[in-house]
T-cell receptor, first 114, second 116 residues
């Protein structure tokens, strides 16, 4: 079974621009979560989607948004990019919801904001 | 509030040495899950193990073993006879039911370097 895929793998943007990242979960998985990883803050939860609905959201500004499609694929969008948004963005999928479910991660998208 | 502490920022060992990575967690919940993930330089987080709060049995998988002790809120990970391929950043994570959010709370990670 194919793992979680994320596109693009690398991205360079300038301040003020917006960016959209894509995530395809493992086949059959209906929950998709997004995490931001930076050297200073570590791994932080952004949001989670299940059945096209956002279930949980982390402590990030409204510039960070996401959505999920009927095929469970998810996109996250960051508007008005800031230098501090430079990070590795990781997507994770799991079969369903519930704190006991294991999350499986994709390779991430490395975003550099200049 | 949930919190995971990995006090060891970096560890360097020589191949074939045993190494233990420490993980201490805080939670007010009685029902929770603990995880270990490995992050090689490529960036992908690779799932290693999941343990629920009611199962304190130690687990062994090949050269990997995990020691879960509720009394000390610790979930330590030992690699026996380390190999160069074990070099990576290892993350301990916690998921609990009481918070209302099934997100993973991660520790800061321990960077393990295994030298030949």
């Amino acid at each position: 079974k194919a793992g979680v895929t994320q596109t693009p793998r690398y991205l360079i943007k300038t301040r003020g621009q917006q960016v959209t990242l894509s995530c395809s979960p493992i086949s059959g998985h209906r929950s998709v979560s997004w995490y931001q990883q930076t050297p200073g803050q570590g791994l932080q939860f952004l949001f989670e989607y299940f059945s096209e609905t956002q279930r949980n959201k982390g402590n990030f500004p409204g510039r960070f948004s996401g959505r999920q499609f009927s095929n469970s694929r998810s996109e996250m969008n960051v508007s008005t990019l800031e230098l501090g948004d430079s990070a590795l963005y990781l997507c994770a999928s799991r079969l369903g919801i519930g704190f006991q479910e294991t999350q499986y991660f994709g390779p991430g998208t490395r975003l550099l904001v200049l | 509030a949930q919190k995971v502490t990995q006090a060891q920022t970096e560890i360097s060992v020589v191949e074939k040495e045993d190494v233990t990575l420490d993980c201490v967690y805080e939670t007010r919940d009685t029902t929770y899950y603990l995880f270990w993930y490995k992050q090689p330089p490529s960036g992908e987080l690779v799932f290693l193990i999941r343990r629920n709060s009611f199962d304190e049995q130690n687990e062994i998988s090949g050269r990997y073993s995990w020691n879960f002790q509720k009394s000390t809120s610790s979930f330590n990970f030992t690699i026996t006879a380390s190999q160069v391929v074990d070099s990576a950043v290892y993350f301990c994570a916690l998921s609990e039911s009481a918070s209302g959010s099934e997100k993973l709370v991660f520790g800061k990670g321990t960077k393990l370097t295994v030298n030949p």
